[in-house]
């Protein structure tokens, strides 16, 4: 019998989730209204934030958090070539210019060191990674922020739930990004959040969001009337609605669950693999836990008869959703136009050259995960090197 189809990831939703949409449906708000402000206040919470700001994507609120970052015209930010292009776009949206750091090759994640190298009088922020839930060095990140003068914007949409050094992912950097695509931990269909603990960036990310208009008495340069507000900034309608903001509401709740299974998971996949020398397993991260986002394998091409297109295939042929995650930043062909070149990253160009996303979800069964197992040793016994 043929095994059905592995996605590479998938969200679970189960009849508590849809009865606090449908419920969301009955009410008067739609769009904007409290139970957006309650999704809010839930994920600060749960990050150990004192503020959240919800959007209608991950990548609306990273566009909002360069803005609130002060990102304009020139202004350069670093980033990873070795991330999805939402966190190098931001940057153009407000006419900055992203600059790549590469990868540290063991733990995958921006390197501290290329950081400090790409650092000009220019540099505004840096936006690390959480690259698969594997948090950053972010004591290495927030100590060259502070020496110079820049702001961090966390891209931890792989991340949420993950901790650093006792910290809760969320809580460290100026501003962090958590995405609820449905791949991600938990989802609002769309919908991306900014948690931060500066009362400042808190009040520019709400007015971005929308249109850059506040009714903030405090806010206002004068009053007219009771009716007035003001247009201070030029903002977006990144609004999310209290429909997704129900289903995330309901979604929260279960996602110590969600990373639990997912751990389960990669202890299952690691136990399966660890008397392969063929691949390279994920890193574990000594400083942290893992939300465990994606499962990334290594092959080492040297011991093996077939490259990575070939096992892709394979697998795929299989039913097995394998995906790779990702083709560096800097080599698709909109970041070439900026002057960018292969070999300027070779960390993440070798990385990218290698590596191979398994499935990972949480309602993966057993048999699932001994199927992908099982497809992936038999690939390696057939064309491992004799
Ligand atoms: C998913 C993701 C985003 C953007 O999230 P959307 O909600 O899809 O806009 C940004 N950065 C990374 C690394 C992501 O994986």
Redesign the pocket.
């Given at each position: 019998m043929k095994h059905p189809f592995i996605p590479y990831g998938r969200q679970s939703i189960d009849e508590d989730d849809i009865e606090a949409v449908i419920e969301v449906l009955k009410s008067d708000y739609l769009t904007t209204g409290p139970t957006v402000e309650i999704f809010e206040k839930k994920v600060a919470d749960y990050v150990e934030a004192k503020y959240a700001v919800a959007f209608s994507?991950?990548?609306?609120?990273?566009h909002g958090a360069c803005f609130a970052a002060g990102i304009g015209n020139g202004d350069e930010v670093i980033t990873t070539p070795m991330?999805?292009v939402?966190?190098a776009n931001c940057v153009l949206y407000q006419g900055g210019k992203p600059i790549f750091a590469d990868i540290d090759p063991e733990t995958y994640n921006i390197d501290p060191h290329e950081v400090r190298k790409r650092i000009t009088k220019k540099t505004k922020a840096i936006i690390p990674?959480d690259?698969t839930g594997q948090p950053v060095n972010m004591n290495e990140i927030m100590k060259i922020a502070k020496e110079n003068n820049l702001l961090v914007i966390e891209?931890a949409?792989?991340a949420i739930g993950a901790t650093y050094n006792d910290s809760k992912v969320g809580s460290i950097a100026d501003m962090t990004?958590f995405?609820?695509?449905p791949?991600?931990h938990i989802t609002t269909g769309?919908?991306?959040i900014i948690t931060t603990n500066n009362k400042v960036l808190y009040e520019k990310l709400i007015q971005f969001r929308s249109h850059g208009i506040t009714r903030d008495r405090s806010l206002l340069n004068k009053s007219e009337g009771p009716w007035y507000y003001e247009m201070q900034y030029l903002g977006y309608n990144y609004r999310m609605t209290d429909i997704q903001a129900a289903l995330g509401t309901s979604q929260i709740v279960k996602l110590d669950q969600f990373i639990e299974r997912r751990r389960d998971i990669v202890k299952q996949y690691n136990n399966e693999f660890s008397s392969l020398k063929e691949l390279i397993t994920p890193f574990q991260h000594p400083d942290g836990n893992s939300s465990w986002h994606l499962y990334v394998i290594k092959l080492k091409e040297e011991l093996l008869t077939i490259d990575r297109k070939q096992f892709f295939i394979k697998l795929r042929k299989a039913r097995i959703g394998v995906n790779v995650h990702y083709i560096p930043v800097h080599l698709q062909p909109y970041y070439q136009e900026f002057g960018h070149q292969k070999g300027d990253y070779p960390h993440a160009e070798k990385l990218y050259d290698r590596i191979l996303t398994l499935p990972l979800f949480p309602e993966m069964t057993d048999v699932d995960i001994q199927y992908v197992a099982d497809t992936v040793k038999a690939i390696i016994n057939e064309h491992k090197v004799k």
């Open positions: 994507n991950g990548t609306a609120a990273l991330t999805f939402a966190s990674v690259f891209d949409a792989h990004m995405s609820f695509h791949v991600k769309e919908g991306g």
